[in-house]
């Protein structure tokens, strides 16, 4: 009875042990399938992205939880699985400029990646978000062997420093209408965003002011001016886009 019941313990154990290396097996493969859905990583050979996705650490973010701070350690670079990541730089005053928001298949924390220094900017959870999260050491001797990978990270931060460039130009020379009208088209033509005869931007006026260098006043006064002349209506934490071809006169892209 007793060697019985041994053996029976036996055999628990070892279908314990045998279902745990499956699991641990099926992890690569999963996370091989995220990295799969970022550009970056789309054009690695299959032998490094699952080098790099038994290296990769999953991580899950909160609404408005911090990511990390300008000034950390930036020795990590992320890959946006689900939700959006809102990168932000914040003046010692606490004003608020944001650079961009990510989206699902967008990568951050290159810059740090490719210099070794610090995180030249906030980045935060805007919904709740999924991340992958990968090391410098592991992801440069990825890119060291495989040359398109790098060009695609080049390209990644050309878009960003263009983006850039742009948003500091809109803010030095130009009026703040021409501006709200910009971020507003644009917004509303981002990738994902729903297609309509008058689409839709679910931005506050806080967070619009901090895009375009603004107060949430001047903001304010502006899309009541819009609303009376028809341009835009405001409804339900929604900002209604009625007249997309007077926002592209006003924004000057005509």
């Not at 006043?217 to 819009?226: A, P, Q, T």
């Amino acid at each position: 009875m007793a060697r019985g019941l041994v053996s029976r313990r036996r055999q628990r154990a070892t279908s314990h042990e045998a279902i745990a290396i499956a699991i641990a097996a099926d992890i690569p493969d999963a996370i091989g399938s995220l990295l799969d859905r970022c550009a970056l990583f789309h054009v690695l050979d299959d032998a490094t992205k699952r080098q790099l996705a038994a290296r990769a650490q999953r991580r899950r973010y909160a609404v408005g939880e911090v990511i990390f701070r300008v000034g950390s350690p930036g020795d990590i670079m992320m890959a946006v699985v689900t939700g959006t990541v809102r990168i932000v730089a914040t003046s010692p005053q606490g004003k608020e400029i944001v650079l961009g928001d990510l989206k699902a298949g967008e990568v951050f924390g290159e810059i740090a990646l490719l210099d070794g220094g610090e995180r030249s900017a906030d980045a935060v959870a805007l919904t709740k978000c999924e991340l992958l999260a990968l090391e410098r050491r592991d992801l440069m001797a990825a890119l060291q062997r495989n040359p398109a990978a790098c060009l695609r990270l080049l390209e990644v931060v050309c878009k960003r420093l263009r983006e850039t460039d742009e948003r500091i130009t809109e803010i030095a020379f130009f009026e703040l209408p021409v501006r709200l009208a910009k971020v507003l088209l644009r917004t509303a033509a981002a990738p994902g965003a729903a297609r309509a005869a008058s689409p839709k931007v679910a931005l506050s006026q806080r967070e619009l002011g901090n895009m375009i260098g603004g107060t949430r006043e001047s903001v304010n006064r502006c899309l009541r001016d819009w609303q009376r002349r028809g341009v835009i209506r405001l409804a339900k934490g929604w900002i209604i886009l009625e007249d997309t071809a007077a926002l592209t006169e006003l924004a000057g892209l005509r």
